[in-house]
């Protein structure tokens, strides 16, 4: 049989669909590139205005059209629930894969006899170094884990979707900053967290942002901080006062940042 598998963001598409080709399988593979685990949840299903007004603060680039993004997002993601295929929810154990697996039993709950899952454990990441706590996204597990459950695909039972498709709705009303996933289960966040780790960091020496990045990404737990998240926080500090920049915030990667020193 032939689905159509979701996972989340590009990483785990291109392993995904590298290892389908290796088993010979020509299933189409969709890449969900919204990272649920951050920024504001509430209007999702209904007006992404909000989402792609949040991501085009965060990427600091107005030459990219970030709404028009989300409309394009918007109607795949109509057309995937309104067609007959089969589809398989594939997650690892990080907070965007758990997100993306509610979201999804949420939009096909009328559709409970297309929706499957392959869900992988801890356990199967082998030799690979899981994230603080466990955490681990599909896309960091081993090409052979995911070969290996290739013949393991389940349906997701109507008391789950039911009960998954709650949850969604119920993360969606408590608009948390951000969203860790710590034993099987969810935990809010502030990006004032965040920013109490990065000025945890500096002193009063200028540092390379990139460097602070690679330091911070190591030590956040439960979601996956990118150094684009990241940078975007020191420019919020920077503009408030709590952090200098040389160089250019939109550029932040080839900056360098310290404390603010008082006179």
């Not at 030459?63 to 997002?73: G, N, P, V, W």
Request: hydrophobic letters at 45%; aromatic letters at 6%.
């Amino acid at each position: 049989m032939s689905y159509i598998h979701i996972v989340n963001g590009d990483i785990a598409a291109k392993l995904l669909s590298n290892v389908l080709l290796e088993a010979g399988r020509t299933d189409p593979v969709v890449s969900m590139r919204d990272d649920l685990a951050i920024g504001p949840l509430r209007a999702i299903d209904d007006n992404l205005i909000m989402r792609a007004s949040f991501w085009q603060r965060v990427l600091g680039n107005p030459q990219r059209d970030l709404f028009e993004e989300f409309e394009q997002a918007g109607k795949s993601l109509a057309a995937l629930v309104e067609s007959r295929s089969e589809v398989v929810i594939w997650h690892g154990q990080s907070s965007g894969d758990q997100l993306l697996l509610r979201r999804m039993a949420y939009h096909l709950r009328n559709h409970p006899q297309r929706i499957n899952e392959i869900g992988l454990t801890a356990r199967e990441l082998g030799g690979v170094t899981p994230w603080p706590h466990g955490s681990a996204s599909l896309g960091r597990y081993p090409a052979a884990a995911l070969d290996a459950r290739l013949k393991t695909i389940a349906p997701v039972s109507l008391l789950r979707i039911g009960r998954l498709a709650l949850e969604w709705q119920e993360l969606k009303m408590m608009n948390s900053d951000v969203r860790r996933w710590r034993t099987n289960s969810f935990e809010s966040g502030t990006f004032a967290e965040m920013d109490s780790l990065i000025l945890g960091h500096l002193s009063d020496a200028w540092q390379g942002a990139s460097d602070l990045a690679a330091r911070i990404m190591a030590e956040t737990v439960g979601f996956f901080a990118s150094d684009t998240l990241i940078c975007w926080r020191c420019r919020e500090l920077a503009a408030t006062g709590r952090l200098s920049v040389r160089g250019k915030p939109l550029e932040m990667r080839n900056a360098e940042a310290r404390v603010v020193t008082l006179a």
